[in-house]
Every structure is written in C-alpha cells, then in structure tokens.
C-alpha cells in the first residue's frame, strides 16, 4: 500500500523551492537591513506557552492545536504561531539585557487544525519579525513600513496595509461594554458562535465571517471612538511616521486580530486575489506578553506572513530558479575522465555544472542538457581530445566557440560569468 502524506501537510518539490528560496532571500536582506537577527525557535512546546498567552476563546486555542502528552505525559503542542515561543524564548535566555532594544525575525513550519484548502493547510509556514523594547510609534510605523518594503522587494503589488488600533486594557474595556450592549439588542440575528463568545471575548464578532453578522457590522460601535487620549495619540503618530516613510494604508476600524494578546495598533496586510485567505500577513503590538511569560515589562510589536500565500501571489512568468551553467557532454572514455576532473575545478570556482554518469549518444547527451535549461554546453569527443580542442554551445544563440583545451577552466570561468 502506498502511504501519502498527512491531509494539509504538504511537500515542497524541488521546481517550487526556488521561490521559497527566492522569498527567504529577500526577506533575510530587507530584514538585515533594519537591524534584525534571525532567531531560531522549537517546533514543539509546552502547551502552556500558546495557551496561556494565545487566549482560550481564540480560533487557535479552541479548535486547532496540535496538542499530545508525551512518553512522560506532558502536554506538548506543534506550534501554531511563532510570537509566543520568541517570547518564551527572550525571557528563558534573558534576551532583554543584552540591548535595550532587540529585534529578531525567524522563519518556519506553524501547525494548525484547521479545513485544508486554496492558501489554508495543516503546515504551512510563517516569516515573521518581532521589535521588543520599544513602545514607541515610531517601531510601529518602522516595521509596517518594513514588511511593505519586503513585499515590494519580491514583486508583489496590490497589496493594501489595514491598521487599526485596539487601545489599552481600559480603552477595551470601555469598548467590550459599548458592543456587547450593541450586540444584546440584535440578540436574534447574531450567529451562535458569536453568542457563545458574546460573553468571553465579544471582539471577535468583528472577525466572524458569518452573513448575519456580517451585516450588524455596518452599525457596530468603532473602537476608535472608544480609545482614550493616549492611545488615540499612539495612533495618530503611527500614522504620521508611516507617512513620513510613504507608506500607504488604510484604517480598518473593524480589523481585530485572533489572538488576544494585542493591544493598540494591529495591522493586516491585504490582498483580494485570494478569496476567503485574503490576509498575506499579520500583526500588532503586545506590550503585555513578555509580564505574561514572567519577563520585565517589555513593549513590543511583530508580525507574521504566510508564506504559502504569499507564493500564490508570486508572478509566475518570472524564472525564480539557478540554472546549471554548464553541461558538458563528454564521449568516450578519455573524454570523461578528463571532463570528470574539470567539473570538479568548476565547482570550485562556484560554477554549477553537470555532466551525465553513463557515456550515452551525444544526442542523449544533448537532451540532458535541455532538460537540465544548462546556459552552455561544452562537447569534448575523441577528435577534441585529439586535437587539443573542445566546442562550447551557447543554448540560447546556438552559437558555437572553439577552446583550446589548455587553461579550460579559467576560459570556462570566463565565458560563463
Ligand atoms: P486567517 O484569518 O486567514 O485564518 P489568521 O488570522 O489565523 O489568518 P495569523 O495567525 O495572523 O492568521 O497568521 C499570520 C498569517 O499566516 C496569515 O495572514 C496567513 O497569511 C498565514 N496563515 C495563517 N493560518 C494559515 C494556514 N492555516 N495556512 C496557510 N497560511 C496561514
Ligand atoms: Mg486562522
């Protein structure tokens, strides 16, 4: 029997991982740029890491973890996020004293049971960035402005940033009253689900994707109108800065995020090319999470993209992937023995090349060449070996150039480069 992979676990085949690669690239530099490091986390967890700090009445935490006891019965989780192992992590190795102000982005696989489909899997991955040690608007409009930065840097246009902000402990607290008030007098049309969270965690309404609630939207109360004097000053220099660094966006009053430890701004990075998985990235600030981890108070914000979605949107006219250089098509065993040794002093010099294992036809040869997209292929033959001379093929032009088979290796290195 065959045996396949687990639903929503995908492989990522070797013609798709030079977009990967390309996306990784890309997001390394922009984020080298800023004065990031890149920080690498556990896959797995203690359950408590995401429980505690994720929220209990969130999408995450409610229904799709993957959670198991070990040999030893702990409860162990498959992360489902990274913000709160980076966390974990910062107060465990006391990142904190090391700069007042650290910034840190990490990449990798996330877990969450969730309905596979288009941008929806079990596994999928996240890039993300987190900036602790600085509440200041300034590191707000910084890292949207990056993350916008990053997108453009990979070719991706038509994207809409969407901020909002969700203000303080008390600012929410004003806000849960003002819409819980709202939603008991529509009792009758508000979905069950967001009856059932009415009580717990009513901002999710705003996220609730059902048509009933949908259309209560339209009049719900706007946080903005709730936030105190504070926050409404965080969020206008928010504004100001992404301003200042041309960074376009558009206020989402009704944009809240599915984690609870969010407060003032929040943001998601849009696209409408993707149906339902509209959101490419997300994130916000969580000036509380690292108290929630027993760290020093630390204010700090991050984000995450998805990075499946994200190669849906790629352009795929674009050619994301290293081709072999060169080719060399040897015949007969002189040939190949002396093309085996030239490779190698090739590949030292950071030439990728290729040279088949049998001593097939030429014209087989030549095909492995094709498949292989190589740029140029280099034909030695008995005669060549003979007279001293090999024949390079530009595969594009079809031009063919004569070498003397003396110093080949920096006449190849030349031709190639
Ligand atoms: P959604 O509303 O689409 O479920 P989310 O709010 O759960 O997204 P976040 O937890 O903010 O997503 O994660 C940040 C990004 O990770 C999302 O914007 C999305 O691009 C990506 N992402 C989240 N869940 C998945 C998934 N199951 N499969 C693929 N990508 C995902
Ligand atoms: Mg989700």
């Known amino acids: 029997m065959k045996i396949t992979a687990v639903k929503g676990f995908n492989d990522i085949l070797p013609e798709d991982s030079p977009k990967w690669q390309f ?3 890309i997001a390394r530099n922009t984020f080298h740029s800023y004065g990031f490091s890149e920080i690498r986390i556990p896959i797995v967890e203690k359950t408590e890491v995401f429980a505690r700090s994720i929220g209990e009445a969130t999408d995450i935490v409610e229904k799709e973890m993957y959670s198991f006891p070990d040999r030893n019965d702990l409860s162990l989780t498959l992360r489902p996020e990274g913000t709160a192992v980076v966390v974990r992590s910062f107060v465990q190795n006391a990142i904190y004293a090391k700069k007042p102000v650290n910034k840190l982005y990490y990449f990798g696989p996330m877990f969450r049971y969730e309905r596979p489909q288009k941008g929806r899997y079990r596994q999928f991955h996240q890039i993300g960035a987190e900036i602790f040690g600085a509440a200041e608007p300034m590191a707000d409009a910084e890292i949207m402005s990056m993350i916008m930065r990053f ?6 246009t038509g994207l809409s940033l969407q901020i909002n902000s ?5 600012c929410r607290k004003v806000y849960k009253e003002k819409l819980v008030e709202y939603l008991t ?3 009758e049309n508000i979905c069950d689900n967001c009856t059932r969270r009415l009580k717990k965690n009513p901002l999710r309404f ?3 994707k059902a048509a009933s609630c949908n259309e209560l939207k339209t009049n719900a109360p706007s946080i903005l109108d709730s936030i105190c004097g504070a926050c409404a000053d965080h969020f206008k220099s928010v504004k100001n800065y992404l301003d200042a660094l041309n960074t376009p966006y558009e206020i989402n009053d009704q944009m809240v995020r599915g984690l609870d430890y969010y407060s003032r701004t929040t943001f998601e990075v849009t696209t409408n ?3 339902a998985q509209n959101a490419v990235a997300a994130g916000g600030r969580y000036d509380k999470l690292c108290e ?5 108070k630390t204010p700090a914000i991050g984000f995450a993209l998805g990075v499946e979605r994200l190669i849906l949107l790629l352009d795929t006219s674009k050619d994301y ?3 072999t250089k060169l080719f060399i098509a040897a015949l007969g065993q002189e040939a190949r023995d002396f093309s085996f040794k030239l490779i190698n002093q090739l590949r030292a010099k950071n030439i990728s090349c290729e040279m088949t294992y049998s001593d097939n036809s030429l014209k087989s040869q030549m095909r492995r060449a094709g498949k292989n997209e190589s740029q140029h292929v280099l034909i030695i033959g008995e005669d060549e070996m003979k007279s001293g001379s090999a024949i390079i093929r530009d595969m594009s032009t079809k031009e063919q150039t004569s070498f003397s088979l003396d110093d080949i290796t920096n006449k190849i290195m030349e031709y190639c480069s």
Not at 151 to 156: D, I, N, R, S, W
Not at 292 to 296: A, D
């Open 292 to 296: 929630m981890f027993s760290g020093p």
């Open 206 to 208: 705003l996220d609730c």
């Open 273 to 275: 090319m993707l149906g």
């Open 321 to 323: 992937e290293r081709k």
């Open 166 to 170: 969700l203000g303080c402990d008390e």
């Open 151 to 156: 997108f453009t840097e990979v070719g991706l």
């Open 23 to 25: 996306i990784e690239k």
């Open 185 to 187: 007098g529509h009792k």
